[in-house]
């Protein structure tokens, strides 16, 4: 895991956001970082999720709309939109899945699953077996709850191995400057089966709430 390197905000950057000749200049420069740039925080998988959010947190009062309602039209118009990606680019972030996407995207690797459907075969039979398993976890009247969790704890172990491998890749890639093409295209896959994984946890969930 790389080391956690702590950018300034945009906002403390030497300019004053309150200054209106800047202000224009300042939001428009904003739009245009990644999504690492914007909260200040390395670009790695491996980030950290307590800085994420602190960051999020500073930036949603720094730049919330309300700041601007004295502002002019243009101003009004960058506040809006930049709360927006403010809050875009927290969700993404945030989100093991979709920070991997969004990773990816910036090293022009598309997850798209309606262009490319292809899985590895020996994932699809797993998947294949842990809806097996729900089911009999569902009909299982005495220790259905029991099942579903030590399913919920099994989805989340292979959720999490995934995570592991994805981090090492893209972290390692961040940290060198370079990416290998076989690499980047299992980081892709591995991605991809992070969503599968995560709707099944959420169908395990729905379960779990259904017995009570």
């Not at 004053?16 to 909260?39: G, P, R, Y």
Request: contains cysteine; proline residues 3%; negative net charge.
């Amino acid at each position: 895991m790389p080391a956690v390197v702590e950018k300034a905000l945009p906002s403390e950057a030497p300019f004053s956001v309150a200054s209106s000749c800047n202000t224009n200049l300042i939001m428009q420069t904003l739009l245009e970082n990644n999504f690492f740039d914007l909260f200040g925080i390395e670009n790695a998988y491996s980030l950290d999720r307590q800085l994420l959010r602190d960051r999020f947190r500073d930036l949603q009062k720094k730049f919330h709309p309300d700041n601007f309602a004295s502002a002019s039209e243009q101003e009004r118009r960058l506040s809006a939109q930049y709360a927006a990606l403010i809050n875009e680019a927290f969700t993404t972030l945030n989100d093991p899945m979709q920070r991997g996407r969004y990773m990816l995207s910036l090293l022009g690797i598309s997850t798209d699953e309606e262009l490319d459907t292809r899985m590895d075969p020996e994932f699809l039979m797993q998947q294949i077996e842990l809806r097996e398993e729900m089911e009999a976890a569902q009909s299982s009247a005495d220790s259905a709850l029991d099942a579903l969790g030590r399913l919920a704890i099994k989805v989340n172990n292979e959720f999490s191995k995934r995570e592991a491998s994805i981090a090492e890749i893209l972290d390692n890639t961040a940290e060198s400057g370079s990416a290998q093409e076989s690499g980047l295209d299992t980081a892709r896959h591995l991605v991809r089966e992070l969503q599968f994984l995560n709707r099944m946890q959420s169908e395990i969930n729905d379960a779990e709430e259904a017995l009570f």
